[in-house]
């Protein structure tokens, strides 16, 4: 069965400072793999996927993330962090089998000091 | 414009009442579905459909009911039965075919 884990509950950075962001997921086959981004009392956004082809792929708003099958892992970048992107940040996999359903992980709630 | 609208925003509800949560999308999107949302639980889904008059439950349906009469239109019912039903709801819409999903504004319910 799929999985995902977000190890870090909270994280708190300096503005300007950068930014990783832990997803590691469990899956038997090619994972397809989304970054999502909430704001208080709204819904989710995308920021970026990964289907297939170069693993360092980039999204909006100037986050990045790599997959990395070797550590099962799909962490998300950022190299300058802006106050306005507080906020909660979601980790998914899914798959081409429309019998699997989209794993979320439990999200990272991220804390921008000015 | 294209999107998926959650109406109302806030809804506030009495013990022992039902109440209907609003999902209507105009992408065209085949499958849809909703999630309830605690803080630090993540996304727990409830119900989703793939087609038109067919639906699943998730992995917390119990104390919810839905309907897709309409391909647009996906509304969930919290019932009475539902003991703890104060959450954020989110409605949310996919192609069919790489799980990337398309969410709604939201819909926070309080139980009075």
């Known amino acids: 069965a799929q999985s995902v884990t977000q190890p870090d509950i909270h994280i708190t950075v300096s503005e300007g400072a950068s930014l990783e962001l832990r997803c590691n997921y469990s899956?038997?086959?090619?994972?397809?793999l989304f970054w999502y981004v909430q704001s208080p009392g709204q819904g989710l956004q995308l920021l970026l996927k990964y289907f297939s082809g170069d693993t360092l792929v980039q999204g909006i708003k100037g986050f990045e993330a790599e997959f990395k099958r070797s550590q099962s892992s799909f962490n998300l970048r950022k190299p300058s962090v802006h106050w306005s992107d507080a906020a909660e940040y979601f980790c998914a996999v899914g798959s081409m089998n429309r019998d699997d359903k989209i794993i979320f992980g439990k999200g990272t709630r991220l804390h921008i000091l000015p | 414009d294209g999107g998926i609208t959650q109406s109302p925003k806030y809804l506030f509800r009495k013990e022992g009442q039902n109440v209907t949560l609003s999902c209507e999308q105009n992408?065209?999107?085949?499958?849809m579905y909703w999630y309830r949302q605690d803080p630090g639980q993540g996304l727990r889904l409830i119900y989703y459909?793939?087609?038109?008059?067919?639906?699943q439950k998730g992995d917390i349906a119990e104390g919810y009911s839905v309907s897709r009469e309409k391909k647009e239109s996906f509304p969930l019912t919290v019932t009475s039965a539902q003991k703890n039903p104060t959450a954020f709801y989110l409605c949310?819409?996919?192609?069919?075919?790489?799980?990337?999903?398309?969410f709604g504004p939201g819909t926070r319910l309080t139980v009075l």
């Open positions: 459909s793939q087609i038109v008059n067919d639906f």
């Open positions: 899956y038997g086959a090619t994972p397809y």
């Open positions: 949310a819409t996919d192609r069919g075919f790489n799980n990337e999903q398309f």
């Open positions: 992408l065209n999107h085949d499958a």
